[in-house]
Structures are given as structure tokens and as C-alpha cells.
T-cell receptor, first 115, second 110 residues
Framework: DTAVSQTPKYLVTQMGNDKSIKCEQN?????MYWYKQDSKKFLKIMFS???????INETVPNRFSPKSPDKAHLNLHINSLELGDSAVYFC??????????????FGPGTRLTVL | QKEVEQDPGPLSVPEGAIVSLNCTYS??????FMWYRQYSRKGPELLMY????GNKEDGRFTAQVDKSSKYISLFIRDSQPSDSATYLC??????????FGKGTTLSVSS
């Protein structure tokens, strides 16, 4: 029974295209996240949503736009893809601040390659 | 100076060895310290967490936090080939995002 799922698992696309990655969690968590992991395995937060509201927005180009239709889903849309966007994107979820240390559960990742 | 520093390795040890993984940090306000394990082509999963200073043991794993030195460690006893993975330290204070180290890649050979 998958806790945090992402689609697609792999995404290969040309520079300049627009693409979306979807994330769903069935843990009943209030908070969801998007992380980017570069080729050196450095994991950095991009966005965080709590109950469909944006609470963390790190310094990310505005070509990246998260959307949360409900608290179980958080999608990531990327416009005008660039070579530097190639990375693995992880979705995660957690109970939020009311349950510290706020353990985050990660999805399997989406490996994006921009050609 | 980066907020969290972690030697990326790689670290190669024989089966049965004791492994020590470490991170240093600069923000003295961090309160929660975690270790995540990430197998190849998988998402990270929480291994252990510690609040403030002290030790915590769980089976073959021990997490230590020394806030005075801003230094955290993860010890793995009797290491197994199944422990081969990347280990990421992570830390935060209440109300802020989780900050990850770059991860240390560990390989345990049988």
C-alpha cells in the first residue's frame, strides 16, 4: 500500500518544454513538500504546503509552480525547462508542526532529464 | 560556511565493521537531528532522530548529538551489505524547513 506516490517515475524532455509531476499521499498528512536532489545527491527543499496553503517557498525560479488541489495531492509544473533542471524531484509528506519532529515520508522520486 | 556539512565519501568497509558517519552544523538553534537512509534510486527514509543533545540507540544503530561542538554522529555496529546506501543527516528547529547534509555513500562488502 503505497504511502507517497509520484508520477511519472522518469521524464525525458527537450529544453523549452513544459512538464508536470504529480504527487499523492494516502497517510492523511497535512503537509506536503517538493525537494530537488542534484547529481551530487544534495537534497534541497523547494516548496511546502500545509492544508493546501503555501508555507515555504525557497529561492526557486518562478518557472516552477506548485499546485495543491487538496491536502492529499501536490503537483509541480515546470515551464520552459532548462538543462539545469535535470535532477531527481522528490515529493514528501508529514503531519506538520503539531507532531514534532515532523517526520517526513518521501516518495520514490521522479528522474527528470532535460536534453 | 554551509549550514550543514557532511563528508560525501564514498566510504567502503568490510562486513562486520563499525561505521561512523558524521555531520557538523553552524546554526546553534537547531533542535531536531535526524538521519535518513537512501537506497539507490529510492526516496530517503527516516532511520533515527534525536531531540537536542544526547544519544539514542536502536538495534545496531546509535545516534549522537553534541550541541556544544555542533557535531552529530551515526554509528552502525556489525555492518551488513544491506546497510550499503547513502546516509543523509538532517536538522531543523521548530517552524523552519529541514536542512539536509550532502549525504555519505556507504558500501559494505561481504
Amino acid at each position: 500500500d503505497t504511502a507517497v506516490s509520484q508520477t511519472p517515475k522518469y521524464l525525458v524532455t527537450q529544453m523549452g518544454n513544459d512538464k508536470s509531476i504529480k504527487c499523492e499521499q494516502n497517510l492523511g498528512h497535512d503537509t506536503m513538500y517538493w525537494y530537488k536532489q542534484d547529481s551530487k545527491k544534495f537534497l534541497k527543499i523547494m516548496f511546502s504546503y500545509n492544508n493546501k496553503e503555501l508555507i515555504i517557498n525557497e529561492t526557486v525560479p518562478n518557472r516552477f509552480s506548485p499546485k495543491s488541489p487538496d491536502k492529499a495531492h501536490l503537483n509541480l509544473h515546470i515551464n520552459s525547462l532548462e538543462l539545469g533542471d535535470s535532477a531527481v524531484y522528490f515529493c514528501a509528506s508529514s503531519q506538520g508542526e503539531r507532531d514534532l519532529p515532523d517526520t517526513q515520508y518521501f516518495g520514490p522520486g521522479t528522474r527528470l532529464t532535460v536534453l | 560556511q554551509k549550514e550543514v556539512e557532511q563528508d560525501p565519501g564514498p566510504l567502503s568497509v568490510p562486513e562486520g565493521a563499525i561505521v561512523s558517519l558524521n555531520c557538523t552544523y553552524s546554526n546553534s538553534a537547531f533542535q531536531y537531528f535526524m538521519w535518513y537512509r537512501q537506497y539507490s534510486r529510492k526516496g530517503p527514509e527516516l532511520l533515527m532522530y534525536t531531540y537536542s543533545s544526547g544519544n539514542k540507540e536502536d538495534g545496531r544503530f546509535t545516534a549522537q548529538v553534541d550541541k556544544s561542538s555542533k557535531y552529530i554522529s551515526l554509528f552502525i555496529r556489525d555492518s551488513q551489505p544491506s546497510d550499503s546506501a547513502t546516509y543523509l543527516c538532517a536538522m531543523r528547529k521548530a517552524g523552519t524547513a529541514l536542512i539536509f547534509g550532502k549525504g555519505t555513500t556507504l558500501s559494505v562488502s561481504s
